[in-house]
């Protein structure tokens, strides 16, 4: 446990106006950490880079290789790549790393920019961040150019998606751990997770997540991983 414990992420967001707050709930019995993953840094040219991912399975290889790309993802963060470079140097690691060629992950990444108005979207198979702004319903954040998961597809491309956010928000990264539900369409999951976002009139990212898994645990797979990530700027 005290192992477990040292690999769960610490974000790095000194400097940053950005509030920041996380919950993650491993699948596996009396464990700490599992198959998904997540993280948060500043770089020093003021951008901050999130990021959510999903490896499939629920067991210690699966939790092992997602500190693995978690890890890799910050190093090649602060080192200066992202979008499409990023993805793909990770998928490099993923298949060099996997325990079996059938393993594959999905990852959503997202780089604010230094005024916090505006963002780039990569995702490789996984769900798309939803948004919430004041007075205004929450949207799903645009996924029609979602590239596949890593590990699928040698030399598949992931392309970087602009988006704006404005002055105030609060940005939601998840997994779909936190939304799959037994005989109901995704769509139909993700809508009503955007609901219970836009219903809320909490803009502090620990109350707004403790709100959202609090809303939508009820009836979830107890065997499944699940991860979440706030981000908001009042």
């Known amino acids: 446990r005290r192992l477990e414990r040292g690999l769960l992420p610490t974000p790095l967001l000194d400097g940053s106006p950005l509030r920041f707050a996380a919950r993650y709930r491993p699948g596996r019995s009396r464990a700490l950490l599992g198959g ?3 993280d948060v840094v500043r770089t020093p040219d003021g951008t901050v880079h999130a990021m959510i991912g999903d490896v499939c399975g629920h067991g210690p290889d699966e939790a092992a290789l997602g500190v693995e790309l978690r890890i890799a993802w910050r190093a090649l963060t602060l080192a200066g790549l992202c979008g499409d470079q ?5 998928q490099q ?5 996997r325990p079996d060629d059938e393993i594959f992950a999905t990852l959503c990444t997202v780089d604010i920019a230094p005024d916090g108005r505006h963002a780039g979207l990569c995702l490789a198979g996984h769900p798309s961040p939803l948004l919430a702004r004041p007075g205004m319903p929450a949207q799903l954040l645009p996924y029609g150019n979602n590239g596949p998961a890593l590990g699928l597809l040698p030399g598949a491309r992931w392309p970087r998606m602009r988006v704006e956010l404005g002055a105030e928000w609060s940005l939601m990264l998840y997994t779909d751990g936190l939304i799959e539900r037994r005989h109901e369409m995704i769509d139909t999951s993700i809508d009503r997770l955007r609901r219970a976002l836009g219903s809320s009139r909490e803009h502090d990212p620990e109350v707004l997540a403790d709100q959202m898994m609090a809303d939508c645990l009820d009836g979830l797979d107890p ?12």
């Not at 065997?223 to 009042?234: F, K, M, P, Q, T």
């Open 93 to 97: 690691v993923l298949e060099h790393e």
């Open 223 to 234: 065997n499944d991983d699940v991860a979440l990530v706030v981000i908001g700027r009042s």
């Open 36 to 38: 998904d993953f997540y």
């Open 86 to 90: 990023l993805l793909g140097t990770l």
